[in-house]
């Protein structure tokens, strides 16, 4: 998430779209490489529900198609 937020702050991303998708890596390599079941494993399904959440209102707000989630080219690039 370090690398993340690095990134945001540099402006690095060219689109929601490519954040979203650094972003479900981290919670996917967390369910990964920790035991179903575990507090680690536990903690990123609830990170990753959430972020979803937000993330869909985000879009919303940028008037993205919501089925846009699953794609990881074009759409919008400014959150406001």
């Not at 690095?6 to 060219?14: C, E, F, Q, V």
Request: glycine share 8%; hydrophobic share 30%.
């Amino acid at each position: 998430l370090g690398t993340i937020k690095t990134k945001l702050k540099a402006k690095s991303y060219p689109t929601l779209f490519a954040v979203a998708e650094d972003v479900r890596k981290v919670w996917n390599n967390c369910m990964t490489y920790n035991a179903d079941g575990s507090d680690f494993y536990k903690l990123a399904e609830s990170l990753q529900k959430k972020w979803d959440d937000k993330y869909t209102k985000v879009l919303e707000q940028c008037s993205v198609p919501t089925d846009a989630t699953a794609g990881g080219a074009g759409g919008a690039t400014d959150p406001k």
